[in-house]
């Protein structure tokens, strides 16, 4: 039976850097326990620290909600799963079935796709993320799936495989199914990490665009705080009569990077006042301080049957540690996962956690990854790893 194998705890006192005297009293920070008037209107909110894995604001985080158009994100990501293992070519052409024209040709936001022209699987992913393409989902569905059916089957595993518990998907763009596709503010905050995190080139590729253009037709991006909020980046808006405004956004500043979602706003002024004010505030009122680089290997984990006896963990970005401006709580860290890990192994797999725990707020765990492939050892090379851990 597998078991929990904690690492030594590690207790990091990390000073804050100080600032330079000034010659007039700075302005005072923001309460970190009183969040900004403007999030007031809204149901729901939330805003996640990434590099830290820290809950700043919650307002009814596991509250299960209608998404809309924010399901698309999950249709991203699945598709940045499958260009990651090589089984999804953004250099694919695809062209617009008989049956997705006629169900999907000019419902909602759409690329204006048709059954004349080939498009690339690049350029909907493009269209998807920043001009909420209903038409294209279907068409990268069907395309890569072979049918709609399949992708909503892929969508459902990787929120399981996430821990997405509040989540369910029946579509693949968010179109209103009667209350089969629903999320929590949690659950996709988790999911914009895992894209940031297991896929950080392609989140730029293809999030954060202002405008988008095919086949001859430019559309501008929705997004409330693109262009207008400081190292704001996405990710998807989200709206229908049944599910109000909603907003999942992320922005980064000097190597910090924050998600917020927002969402049953009644009206987008709402949403946009609530997503600014929400990301400014979680800057503000917080210090971040830096515990490990991307790609830095914090320890090793023992493997079992593989050609290698342990593998190195490490970061697949920069993780740091929050607190409220101005505060110097020790920073607790443990390293934890199932062991011992089982060959194979490839490089880049979460293998396991980096529980991160500041003064006495709520322990929270961050992935790492494997360093290096361990393959499965062959019969001699494991019989000689057994002789080795008897006499270690």
Known sequence: MKRLLPSALLVLALPLVAAPAALTAPAAAPDPYVAPAEVAPVPIALLIDVGSGQTLFAKEPDRRFVPASITKVMTLYVAFELIARHQLDPHARLRMSEGAWKAWAHVGSTMFLDREHDVTVDELLLGIANVSAND???????????????????????????????????TPNGWMDEGETYVSARDLATLATAMLTRHPDLYHRY???????WNGITQHNHDPILGKIEGADGIKTGFTNQAGYGFLGSASRGGRRLIMVVAGADKPKDRAKAAAALIDWGFAAFDSRPLFGAGTTVASAGVQGGEARSVPLVTPVAYSAASAKGTREPVRLRIVYEGPLEAPILKGAPVANLEIRVGNQPAHRLPLVAGADVPRAHFFTRLLNGLAGLVS
């Open 136 to 170: 294209g989902c279907v068409v990268l569905a069907e395309g890569a799936a072979g049918s709609v059916a399949n992708w909503v089957a892929l969508m459902n595993a990787e929120a399981r495989r996430l821990g997405m518990a509040d989540s369910h998907f029946g």
């Open 207 to 213: 999030i954060g665009h202002e405008t988008m253009s």
